[in-house]
Every structure is written in structure tokens, then in C-alpha cells.
């Protein structure tokens, strides 16, 4: 279920503070699609300037998890095969659709999780061509861009990217704020638009006990999100 926001006065965050937000996706799994409303809920209820990204990510242990969370034989190759391929495919499919606008992109990612998990639609390359004309993408250019190695270097950077924060699952969110860029905020599970807004408040504070105990990674009490260093260069910058 999603958490409505309702902040207390008191408790609002400064304006002047710019967020990064680093979401690490399955593009076909529901608990993902579900994290993607939470945030951009989160983004519509604070006065500050996000900058939000949505990073596809897999790997042989998180597809293992995905299977194991629907019941699926991860011992069965025939089967590991078919996911992997499936995530990948949508994976490349989103990079193709984000070079038509970011906004589109997102679009793209958040209806074909709503036909996966809404709809109860099978995932295949009919219902990618349906989504292309409902979104109103530029056939040809997606098509091309999809096998391009431009969309594939994009689709191993974000690997790449994972691999730096240390992200072992999906979803993953990370984030940065212009108050201390040198600590991002990992939340590896219980992400929700309130925990998001919890985290954002606490971060500072939390980031300023790791750096006086030189003690990283520090977890909260609520064991939700721990604080991290940044050793790798901001994404961004």
C-alpha cells in the first residue's frame, strides 16, 4: 500500500536543498513498479528541486531473488534464461525509449510495469510494439536506437554505476543531497514516499555521526537505509 503523505509543519525540509535520487530497477517486477509511484509521490509533495533517476539493474543473484519471490525454479536454466533475457530486452527497451525524452521514458517503464502487473499482461515483443504507439514513440528511431551500441554502452554504464554503489538487490535507492556530497544515503529496503521524506530529514545529521566516528556504513534504528561514502565520483557530475 502506498503511504499518503501528511508532514507537520515543523518538519517540512529547506527549499534551498537539492536532491539526487538513484532508483535501481527490475523493469518488470511489480515491487519495483511499486517503489517508481512511491517516489515520484515523494518528488510531488516537497517544495525542493529533485533530479530522479530510474536505473535498470540485474544480475544472476537478483534475478535468483526475483524468482524465488514468485515462487519460480531458479534451478531451472530454461527458465533463469527466459527472465534474463525478458529484463534485459525491457531494459534495452527503456534506454531506446528515454532517448526520446526522459519523460517518455519513464512513461514507458511505469505502463509496461502497469500491463505486467495491473493488466496481467504477458511480457513480449507485441506488447513492446503496442506500448510504442500508446506512448507515442517514434517507431523507427526506438527501433534503431534499441540495437544501437550507444543504448547497449548506456545499459553497461548503469551496471557499472550499480556495481560503484554497491547495490546487491532491486529495488536499491540512493541519495544525494547538496548539503554533504560526500555520503549518499542507501535505502535497501521499506522504501516508501514517507521513509524517503524520514530519510531526507535524518540525513544530515546521520552523515555527520559517520563522519565524527569515522564509522561507515552506519545503520539507523530503523535498520532501513544505512549512510555510505561516496568513493566513486557523483553520477551527475
Do not use: W
Not at 555527520?208 to 549512510?227: G, I, L, R, V, W
Amino acid at each position: 500500500m502506498c503511504d499518503i503523505l501528511q508532514f507537520p509543519q515543523e518538519n517540512c525540509l529547506s527549499s534551498d536543498r537539492i536532491f539526487d535520487l538513484y532508483l535501481f530497477v527490475n523493469p518488470i517486477s511489480e515491487n519495483c513498479y511499486r517503489c517508481e509511484k512511491e517516489v515520484l509521490e515523494f518528488i510531488d509533495q516537497i517544495p525542493n528541486k529533485v533530479h530522479y533517476h530510474f536505473i535498470t539493474f540485474h544480475n544472476f543473484k537478483t534475478v535468483t531473488h526475483f524468482m524465488k519471490k514468485y515462487h519460480l525454479d531458479y534451478k531451472n536454466c530454461e527458465l533463469r534464461n527466459e527472465i534474463y533475457r525478458s529484463i534485459y530486452d525491457a531494459s534495452l527497451s527503456y534506454k531506446a525509449a528515454c532517448l526520446q525524452g526522459k519523460r517518455l521514458g519513464n512513461q514507458f517503464l511505469i505502463t509496461l510495469q502497469r500491463y505486467l502487473h495491473v493488466e496481467k499482461v504477458p511480457y513480449s515483443q507485441e506488447l513492446i510494439d503496442s506500448l510504442i504507439d500508446e506512448i507515442g514513440l517514434d517507431r523507427e528511431m526506438f527501433l534503431e536506437d534499441k540495437e544501437s551500441d550507444l543504448v547497449r554502452l548506456d545499459y553497461e554504464k548503469d551496471q557499472k554505476i550499480a556495481l560503484e554503489m554497491n547495490i546487491q538487490h532491486n529495488p536499491s535507492l540512493v541519495v544525494f543531497d547538496t548539503s554533504n556530497q560526500h555520503f549518499g544515503m542507501l535505502i535497501d529496503n521499506c522504501i516508501s514516499a514517507t521513509k524517503l521524506h524520514t530519510v531526507c530529514m535524518e540525513q544530515s545529521e546521520i552523515e555527520e555521526t559517520c563522519c565524527s566516528s569515522k564509522q561507515t556504513p552506519c545503520t539507523n534504528a530503523n535498520n532501513c537505509c544505512s549512510a555510505i561514502p561516496m568513493t566513486v565520483n557523483h553520477p551527475m557530475n
